[in-house]
């Protein structure tokens, strides 16, 4: 398939630690509900699932925060849970209440019982988004795909939805560690297969959203998330289009593992706001391309603030390449977009000086 030439690269050049004239900026969750324009288009689909399967609708959300803000990565529209719903696991989005699975997954039988899906089959609707959003970009920004780490996945699966002390995962983890490897082998190989369809289908960059990570212990975190982020980094297809497709990781709360994320062969690491940035590329040793880190909460504040916590996440990271700017979580859905207009213009104004 013939695809026009990017226009912008500054965000895969970072993401590859190459020389840069400016540090790239994008926000997780930057389409999404802080957005008038996305919670009409989330009217207009009826439900969350809805619009996560409908491409054209997922493709008009990706682009709507590039409409209003000049960013340097777009995201696909789509959510971690799309490869379990899938699975036939019953997955529904309750308002107000997350995500709800209906037949969690609680023993090696049900395990056992789980497909492995078609990323062109039961999945396609997200392959023909990824093509649909690379196609209107026009080479304008690169596109971003995305999966859920095994781990974090799991979480969903086996609790039955979203929890606060992880007790269904963890007594599996203790009691049965042999049915939840199965479970989490299972899941990389799906991802596996996902991220291949995606960066097949258009996707110019992957990341792997380890969400849950940072509530394992150091043994445990090795054992059952970072072992199946590596494997999943291992079996992806690195030149689908003749060009490097880089990978980020990212464990939320997962600044102490950083020197073992290395080892998992990513080409960037994501940093939440608990670990200063410069730590953070001490500890890499300036091997990967960090991105981060700006609290989220940061945009409750005014607009000087903003631009300051910028300034100091700038410094914190220090002159040279290979940084992406970027909050340290997603974009909590009552910011004031122009608080993100804010810190968005910021990032090109004060980012020069530190790559020349």
Same mark, same amino acid.
């Given at each position: 398939m013939n695809r026009p030439a990017l226009k912008d690269d500054t965000f895969l050049r970072a993401l590859l630690r190459q020389k840069t004239d400016r540090t790239p900026v994008w926000m997780m969750r930057q389409a999404g509900r802080y957005l008038p324009e996305y919670r009409a288009t989330r009217g207009k689909a009826g439900s969350f699932l809805n619009l996560c399967m409908n491409p054209e609708l997922a493709c008009e959300v990706t682009l709507q925060p590039l409409a209003r803000f000049p960013l340097d990565a777009a995201i696909l529209f789509s959510d971690i849970l799309t490869i379990p719903h899938a699975m036939n696991?019953?997955?529904?989005?309750?308002?107000?209440?997350?995500?709800?699975?209906?037949?969690?997954?609680?023993?090696?039988?049900?395990?056992?019982?789980?497909p492995i899906p078609d990323p062109e089959g039961e999945l396609r609707y997200v392959m023909d988004a990824v093509r649909l959003i690379r196609q209107e970009l026009?080479?304008?920004?690169?596109?971003?795909?995305?999966?859920?780490?095994?781990?974090?996945?799991?979480?969903?699966?086996?609790?039955?939805?979203?929890?606060?002390?992880?007790?269904?995962?963890?007594?599996?983890?203790?009691a049965e560690p042999a049915t939840l490897h199965a479970l989490l082998d299972?899941?990389?190989? @799906?991802? =596996?297969?996902?991220?291949?369809?995606?960066?097949?289908? *258009?996707?110019?960059?992957?990341?792997?959203?380890? $969400?849950? %990570?940072?509530?394992?212990?150091?043994?445990?975190?090795?054992?059952?998330?970072?072992?199946?982020? @590596?494997? =999943?980094?291992?079996?992806?297809?690195?030149?689908?289009? *003749?060009?490097?497709?880089?990978?980020?990781?990212? $464990?939320? %709360?997962?600044?102490?593992?950083?020197?073992?994320?290395?080892?998992?062969?990513a080409d960037a690491l994501g940093v939440d706001?608990?670990?200063?940035?410069?730590?953070?590329?001490?500890?890499?040793?300036?091997?990967v391309a960090l991105q981060g880190n700006v609290d989220p909460n940061v945009l409750y504040g005014s607009h000087e603030r903003i631009r300051e916590e910028v300034q100091r996440t700038l410094?914190?990271?220090?002159?040279?390449?290979?940084?992406?700017?970027?909050?340290?979580?997603?974009?909590?859905p009552d910011v004031d977009p122009e608080k993100a207009g804010t810190l968005i213009a910021a990032v090109h104004e004060f980012s020069?000086?530190?790559h020349r």
């Open positions: 696991v019953g997955l529904e989005f309750e308002a107000g209440e997350g995500p709800v699975i209906r037949r969690p997954v609680r023993s090696r039988a049900d395990v056992e019982a789980l026009d080479g304008r920004v690169p596109l971003i795909g995305f999966a859920g780490s095994p781990w974090t996945v799991g979480c969903y699966m086996v609790e039955g939805g979203g929890t606060k002390n992880f007790s269904r995962i963890k007594g599996m983890l203790y299972k899941l990389a190989e @799906a991802t =596996i297969r996902y991220l291949n369809a995606q960066m097949a289908a *258009g996707a110019q960059a992957l990341m792997v959203f380890d $969400t849950w %990570g940072g509530v394992l212990s150091p043994r445990d975190y090795r054992e059952f998330s970072l072992q199946y982020m @590596a494997k =999943i980094v291992d079996g992806l297809d690195k030149e689908p289009e *003749g060009r490097r497709v880089p990978v980020i990781l990212f $464990t939320k %709360g997962g600044g102490a593992w950083l020197p073992e994320l290395v080892r998992a062969g706001w608990t670990t200063d940035l410069a730590d953070a590329r001490v500890a890499v040793r300036d091997s410094a914190s990271y220090g002159h040279g390449h290979g940084h992406v700017f970027n909050l340290g979580h997603g974009i909590h020069p000086q530190y």
